[in-house]
């Protein structure tokens, strides 16, 4: 019998899939606890319009976050950092930081998850961020810290 999956089964395969079972199996087990609905012409129509919305909204997703990386291009952010004698700075800027500081001066919400920081900001200077918008894309920035007066 096929059935459906309507949720990832350790032994069967995963959401969506098509797989064959038993009938028995199916009857006393996948369908009574819902994880497969039974392989009806109508539930495969169901599923490929299901598959076709998804597709077009991971397309749609995609689309949305290369502009914003587009228009995140040139931007910059600046953090002020306490300077001692002799040019020593204290602490670093954290992914965290970075995150309220985007907030605040670009106005774009970014989980500091997803800000990627090849080393941590020690010094003055310039460093290039990576926001990960999308598994496929990822936006740079740029994090100029200042000293603070």
Same mark, same amino acid.
């Not at 539930?43 to 490929?48: I, P, W």
């Not at 587009?70 to 950092?81: E, G, Y």
């Not at 700075?89 to 919400?109: M, N, R, W, Y």
């Given at each position: 019998?096929k059935?459906?999956l309507t949720q ?30 039974e392989?009806?012409?109508?539930? +495969? ?5 299901k598959n076709?919305?998804?597709? !077009?909204? #991971? $397309?749609?997703? @995609? ?17 002020k ?18 995150a309220?500081?985007?907030k605040s001066? +670009? ?5 500091k998850?997803?800000?990627i920081? !090849?080393? #941590? $900001?020690k010094? @003055? ?6 926001i ?5 894309v ?5 994090l100029?810290?200042?000293e603070?007066?």
């Amino acid at each position: 019998m096929k059935v459906i999956l309507t949720q990832d089964v350790k032994s069967l395969g995963k959401k969506g899939e098509i797989v064959e079972v038993n009938q028995g199996y199916a009857r006393n087990y996948v369908l009574p606890k819902g994880l497969g609905l039974e392989a009806t012409p109508k539930n +495969l129509n169901d599923l490929k319009l299901k598959n076709q919305n998804d597709e !077009k909204v #991971a $397309a749609e997703n @995609l689309a949305k976050a290369e502009e914003l990386a587009a228009s995140l291009k040139d931007k910059k952010v600046t953090a002020k950092m306490k300077v001692g004698a002799g040019g020593k700075t204290f602490g670093s800027i954290s992914t965290k930081e970075v995150a309220e500081l985007i907030k605040s001066q +670009l106005g774009l919400e970014v989980d500091k998850k997803k800000i990627i920081m !090849k080393e #941590a $900001a020690k010094a @003055l200077g310039g460093y290039d961020i990576g926001i990960k918008l999308h598994p496929q894309v990822t936006a740079q920035i740029m994090l100029d810290v200042v000293e603070e007066k």
